[in-house]
């Protein structure tokens, strides 16, 4: 199971930090990610941790956001900054690209302009 928190209402140009914290090991899995998704649009994937320590991230946050993970903490971290009223969404966490965990509830992040 995994749990996203740290969402919250920000002015644009601010900054948040999201975790996501799972319930059981993440040190097997290759790829943890973010993903977000306004309501009545399809989910789209954020960013990605791997294991190795890659990260990649999608071309509208290059620069502003931030993907990390600690294994020994089960937890996946999304640092953003500059946020923009682009970035509201709700934002979830899962593998990938399988998505091998429920959605769960997200955690939603509100930017006004």
């Known amino acids: 199971q995994l749990q996203a928190s740290g969402g919250g209402l920000v002015q644009a140009g601010g900054s948040l930090r999201l975790s996501c914290a799972a319930s059981?090991?993440?040190?097997?899995?290759?790829?943890m990610a973010w993903y977000r998704q306004v309501p009545g649009t399809q989910r789209e994937w954020v960013a990605t941790?791997?294991?190795?320590?890659?990260?990649y991230l999608r071309e509208s946050v290059m620069g502003r956001f931030t993907v990390s993970r600690d294994n020994a903490k089960n937890t996946l971290y999304l640092q953003m900054n500059s946020l923009k009223p682009e970035d509201t969404a709700v934002y979830y966490c899962?593998?990938?690209?399988?998505?091998?965990?429920?959605w769960g509830r997200g955690t939603l992040v509100t930017v006004s302009s």
């Open positions: 059981g090991s993440i040190s097997s899995i290759s790829y």
């Open positions: 899962n593998t990938y690209p399988d998505y091998d965990y429920s």
């Open positions: 941790a791997s294991n190795n320590g890659d990260t």
